[in-house]
Structures are given as C-alpha cells and as structure tokens.
T-cell receptor
Framework: EAQVTQNPRYLITVTGKKLTVTCSQN?????MSWYRQDPGLGLRQIYY???????DKGDVPEGYKVSRKEKRNFPLILESPSPNQTSLYFC???????????????FGSGTRLTVV | SQQGEEDPQALSIQEGENATMNCSYKTSINNLQWYRQNSGRGLVHLILIRSNEREKHSGRLRVTLDTSKKSSSLLITASRAADTASYFCATDPNTGGFKTIFGAGTRLFVKA
C-alpha cells in the first residue's frame, strides 16, 4: 500500500530533551515536506526537500532540523524542544511539483507532540 | 505567511444540499489544490487545478479558479454526512521555489 508512515503517533516530552520524528514513504517520491498544524492557523510549512541532500526552509523553520540522506526518509529533529512546539505535525510526500503533471501530496497520519 | 484564506470558516448544511467553499490567495500561482481532513487525521488530496484552467470536475466535486480575482471555489454537490470534514486550499506560488502553502480551512458539517 502506498503510504507515508510517521512515528510516533503521540509523544509527550520535556523541555530541552532532543527528539526525532521519523517519516518514511514507499512511493519513490522526490518531494517531501513537514508541516505543523495549530488551531486557527492551518498548516504551516517547516522544511521541505526536493530530493536527496536537498532541503530548504519553509515558513516556520526555527527550532527544527531535517535531513534527507535517503530518498524514502525525511526525519524531523527538535534539538531542544520548547512548549511552543506543542503541535500536530504532518509529513507529506509527492512526485516532484512543477513538472507539468498533476500531483497531490500524500500525508502521514500525524504526530501529536506535547512539550511540557 | 498565509497564502490561501478559506471562506466561510465553518459551514453547516443538510444532507443532499450543495456546499460551496471559497479560497482567496495573494500572489500568482502555478496551481491550486483542495484537500480534505477528517478530524485530527492526515489530509487527503481531492483535486488540483492549474493556473491556465478555469474549471475542473471530479465526481461530486467542482472546482473553479479565477486568477484575475485570485480566488477559487470548491463545490460539493448532493452532500452526504460522510463529507463532514475540514477542507483546505493549497497553493504553489509562482516564486521559482516549490513551497506549498495551506489556508486555515473551512469546517463543513453535514447533518443527516
């Protein structure tokens, strides 16, 4: 089954304790992206990656890191989480946008993170 | 920055009625997409319309795009209780990069 798999689904952590949220896709997609969703703000893009070793900042990258060493994986790293990073996080992947073909993002099920 | 803004924020209709949601955006775009999200779950892609298209259909969905007004609408015909969800528009700004920007969404409630 074509899917984007995020882990964990739920995470409660303490301020300052480094954590990683994993994201893996099995569709050979070039493009991957991380979003956070907060009430009333919709989805805001954190980082995206056009392909292996190619990453770029979205609208709210502060406090986050990403890496794209393999095409299928795009982990989100919070080096020193703070309470304002409490949110619902989504990973998404797609065939490369802008190549003249229809596309749409496939989203993971989400990771609900609480930082206390 | 929030590129797309949906209107209304919330919509409640009876089963069988049509539901119309609107999206406005600020900059020129390559395309506009609509997504559905059931409560707290991942978004599901519904339809993509390119900047050179004016209307597109998919089953009970009809999307229009007016680039002169920088707006789009999503029409769901003959709505069902299962259509209850949040609907988001997403744009790929024509800025040379590929940053898809989502709006805050319209919450649709279809009463059986």
């Amino acid at each position: 089954e074509a899917q984007v798999t995020q882990n964990p689904r739920y995470l409660i952590t303490v301020t300052g304790k480094k954590l990683t949220v994993t994201c893996s896709q099995n569709m050979n997609h070039e493009y991957m992206s991380w979003y956070r969703q907060d009430p009333g703000l919709g989805l805001r893009q954190i980082y995206y990656s056009m392909n292996v070793e190619v990453t770029d900042k979205g609208d709210v990258p502060e406090g986050y890191k990403v890496s794209r060493k393999e095409k299928r994986n795009f982990p989100l790293i919070l080096e020193s989480p703070s309470p304002n990073q409490t949110s619902l996080y989504f990973c998404a992947s797609s065939t490369s946008p802008g190549q003249g073909r229809d596309y749409g993002y496939t989203f993971g099920s989400g990771t609900r993170l609480t930082v206390v | 920055s929030q590129q797309g803004e949906e209107d209304p924020q919330a919509l409640s209709i009876q089963e069988g009625e049509n539901a119309t949601m609107n999206c406005s955006y600020k900059t020129s775009i390559n395309n506009l997409q609509w997504y559905r999200q059931n409560s707290g779950r991942g978004l599901v892609h519904l339809i993509l319309i390119r900047s050179n298209e004016r209307e597109k259909h998919s089953g009970r969905l009809r999307v229009t795009l007016d680039t002169s007004k920088k707006s789009s609408s999503l029409l769901i015909t003959a709505s069902r209780a299962a259509d209850t969800a949040s609907y988001f528009c997403a744009t790929d700004p024509n800025t040379g990069g590929f940053k898809t920007i989502f709006g805050a969404g319209t919450r649709l409630f279809v009463k059986a």
